[in-house]
């Protein structure tokens, strides 16, 4: 662990459980379309089983729950074309979008006939790798497939209950070869610092990843939000956040040879000597995309320094679209440090923040208003101050490790503390948590 993690992790805790907090009064505005074609998030939540770890918003898949879920959510895609929206990228995150593949094509190939989108990625769990999969996905023109593996140890897989429902360690390998060449980037979800994995079972699934040769890898540290916690200890186990740093330096100096980072978690294959082979699609949309809409229930939006997050409620998503109504159920306007801290982490994410960008958003007030956050970052050697841009050092990209995953953990113990209020349309036991905030029920009205 690094002398600084448990004070930065205080700090960062405190800051971004802040910047989560939707106050129960505020009235719900609805976003007005960009100038520019903005990213489209689309959230299917239904999984085949429910994994312990994840703080997603995931229900368990019901075939006539999807069927209907599905139409409300090309209703609401429809309503953001007549409200003026324009995109230019899709990307389709879960749950499990892959569960339903008709339902999935159809709402894919509704956006393609609404807007002249350039890339769309799909994410997937291992038990979905099939031929029947790949051809309906190539055929919506997905360029960009996402797949959940989390570790290949058998033990580990066991442990975090996906070897029965998605496969053991050999089986995901296997998929994983076929899958292989299929899209323009094949990415693979890790996890790392799991409970009970050592450095020799890391060191086991990195020879297992370069052997594969995927495209593009993301290797996330396991992140818990509090209200999560007691369930992770008892199922996953306890996190030891001790060995985090030296996993995270064991990833680095094996990818390096043969991967580049295109953010602090995701590596990029490196093309063949000689080879000009197009880039790999990158995994984060918020890094160059600064505003994105979230179309289904438990989606986010940001929009003009303003975070909307649609209800949670499948049920309330159902009938507020069903009615021509907004699903979105609570908003929250960023202050102008707010924005800025915002952009700083998701730029600097993605590795580089350019001074003429700086400038054309925030002008000089940013080197006053972020003074503290940059010298802070600056005297533990986490930036750099390049002739054109602020760039993260090997440290900074450990930093903004840290910084990303305190970043989910306020999200997500937003949308554990959402979900508490649904449990029974969930299916799910009742937590052990024991705050329950009020329930937002307001939707603006008519959103067209
Ligand atoms: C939310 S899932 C959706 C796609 C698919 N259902 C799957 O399991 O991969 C996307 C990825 O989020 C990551 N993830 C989920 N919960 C996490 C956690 N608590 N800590 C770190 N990564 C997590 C996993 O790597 C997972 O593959
Ligand atoms: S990790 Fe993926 S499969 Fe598991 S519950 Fe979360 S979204 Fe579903």
Not at 300 to 320: E, I, V
Not at 347 to 355: A, I, N, Q, T
Not at 363 to 374: H, I
Not at 408 to 423: P, T
Request: contains cysteine; hydrophobic residues 40%.
């Amino acid at each position: 662990m690094l002398w600084f993690e448990p004070l930065l992790l205080k700090v960062l805790h405190r800051e971004y459980a802040a910047s989560m907090h939707f106050a129960a009064a505020d009235r719900p505005r609805l976003p007005a379309p960009t100038a520019q074609p903005c990213q489209l998030y689309v959230h299917v939540p239904f999984c085949q089983a429910l994994c312990p770890f994840c703080s997603f918003h995931r229900v368990q898949f019901r075939e006539e729950k999807a069927g209907v879920y599905f139409q409300a959510l090309r209703a609401e895609i429809r309503s953001y074309h007549v409200r003026g929206f324009a995109f230019s990228d899709v990307y389709v995150g879960g749950g499990t979008p892959t569960i339903a593949p008709l339902e999935l094509t159809r709402t894919l190939e509704l956006i393609r006939s609404l807007w002249p989108v350039r890339t769309i990625s799909v994410e997937t769990n291992p038990n979905h790798l099939h031929e029947e999969t790949f051809a309906a996905l190539e055929a919506a023109g997905v360029g960009r497939v996402s797949v959940g593996v989390q570790s290949f140890d058998d033990q580990l897989l066991r442990q975090m209950q996906r070897y029965e429902p998605y496969g053991s360690g050999a089986q995901i390998r296997e998929r994983l070869g076929t899958a292989r060449g299929r899209f323009r980037t094949l990415n693979v979800d890790m996890i790392f610092n799991l409970p009970n994995q050592t450095l020799a079972m890391l060191e086991r699934d990195l020879a297992t990843l370069l052997e594969l040769d995927v495209d593009q890898i993301s290797f996330y540290p396991l992140m818990t939000a509090s209200s999560a916690r007691r369930r992770m200890d008892m199922t996953v186990g306890r996190v030891d956040p001790g060995r985090r740093h030296d996993f995270y330096e064991r990833i680095l100096e094996t990818l390096r040879p043969h991967y580049s980072a295109a953010s602090a978690w995701c590596f990029n294959r490196k093309p063949a000597a000689g080879c000009s082979a197009d880039s790999p699609m990158i995994d984060e949309y918020i890094i160059d995309h600064g505003d994105y809409v979230g179309v289904g229930s438990g989606a986010f939006s940001y929009l003009g320094g303003s975070l909307y997050a649609t209800t949670f409620s499948l049920n309330q998503y159902r009938r507020l679209i069903g009615e021509g109504r907004t699903a979105i159920t609570q908003s929250k306007r960023f202050t102008f440090k707010e924005r800025m801290r915002y952009e700083f982490l998701v730029r600097l994410f993605g590795l580089s923040l350019p001074y003429t960008e700086v400038r054309r958003k925030f002008g000089r007030a940013f080197w006053v208003y972020m003074a503290p956050e940059l010298i802070a970052m600056r005297l533990i050697g986490a930036i750099r101050f390049a002739a054109t841009r602020i760039e993260l050092t090997r440290i900074g990209m450990y930093c903004w490790v840290l910084m990303m995953a305190e970043f989910f953990n306020a999200v997500n113990e937003f949308r554990e503390q959402m979900r508490l209020h649904i449990r029974a349309e969930l299916d799910e036991p009742p937590p052990h948590a024991a705050r329950l905030p009020a329930a937002p029920t307001a939707a603006p009205e008519a959103s067209r």
